[in-house]
């Protein structure tokens, strides 16, 4: 539009009844907006304002096109903020880095389907978390240290544990857990022991047949391409146990851990981080072992 600045000068001088308080927020000078104004009467062949001496007011033509400036510019102001808030549709989640790969990653595209314009930046770490570095809003964590007491904690679902290996692996060492090389994690190096010592299966490993690797993904991984048992946690190893790619031979018990949604306070309802919270939630919920695969480490003869 030709005097689209002409209109926003006027509604600036309309709103205010100033000149001067114009020329003030719109960082021109007085007569720049006395000029504006000008220009827009001639084009409209109306006066909008009254001048007496300093003051001005607004004509009856004015009043008039004010009010229809108002609506204009608010309906601007408004398109605007849902453009802003649109582009702003941004949430970073700190998630531990074997439940990002093999949980978070492969289920995120259900997320969008649900929220086109959400993204969903996320990063890999575990245990403490600071929320608010790097503009972390959220953490996805299992509760194995000690968590700010100011934080928001929601939980998710109770971990459960039981050892995994590859079909063709567990048929090699003829279904005799003791007979497998055992693989570890740096990051949970007691995983093994706890579970012996929880669901009472007290046998060890043969000497030497022990191997340990930096992560627990690769711990996995390495389960899954038949180099040994290792010892899974439900949420990480769901997948894999339903295309087949592992089996849990013995089953799983509660670890006693729980995975939680750590937040610096309560969600605002409608916000992006209260649907992907909820969403998180509804989703690791169903994340747990059938009747069938629990405890059924208790029922096989200890070998």
């Not at 001088?13 to 104004?37: M, N, P, W, Y």
């Not at 389960?223 to 089953?251: E, F, W």
Request: hydrophobic share 40%; glycine share 6%; net charge neutral.
């Amino acid at each position: 539009m030709k005097h689209l600045k002409a209109f926003h000068v006027f509604h600036v001088a309309a709103t205010s009844c100033s000149f001067s308080e114009a020329a003030t927020k719109l960082c021109i000078t007085h007569g720049a907006v006395s000029k504006q104004i000008k220009a827009l009467e001639g084009h409209l062949g109306q006066t909008l304002f009254h001048r007496r001496g300093r003051n001005v007011f607004l004509s009856t033509e004015g009043e008039l096109l004010r009010h229809y400036t108002s609506q204009a510019f608010n309906a601007l102001d408004d398109g605007i903020q849902q453009l802003t808030e649109r582009n702003n549709q941004c949430l970073e989640v700190s998630c531990e880095p074997t439940l990002t790969m093999r949980w978070l990653m492969p289920r995120l595209s259900d997320f969008y389907a649900i929220q086109t314009q959400a993204d969903i930046r996320l990063s890999t770490a575990g245990g403490a978390v600071t929320l608010g570095n790097n503009g972390i809003t959220l953490a996805i964590r299992r509760d194995d240290f000690d968590i700010n007491p100011a934080y928001h904690k929601t939980p998710l679902v109770e971990e459960w544990v039981g050892p995994v290996v590859s079909a063709a692996y567990w048929a090699k060492i003829e279904q005799k857990i003791h007979r497998s090389k055992r693989l570890h994690s740096l990051t949970r190096p007691q995983a093994w022991a706890d579970w012996s010592a929880a669901s009472e299966q007290q046998t060890k490993p043969t000497s030497g047949s022990e191997q340990s690797f930096l992560h627990f993904y690769f711990c996995l991984q390495a389960a899954a391409d038949g180099l040994g048992a290792a010892m899974g946690s439900y949420p990480l190893v769901a997948d894999d146990l339903q295309r087949g790619n592992l089996i849990a031979p013995l089953g799983f018990i509660p670890s006693g851990k729980r995975y939680l949604l750590i937040a610096q306070q309560e969600a605002e309802r409608g916000s992006l981080e209260a649907m992907f919270s909820l969403w998180v939630q509804e989703q690791l919920a169903l994340c747990v072992p059938r009747d069938e695969e629990r405890d059924s480490s208790r029922q096989q003869n200890k070998t």
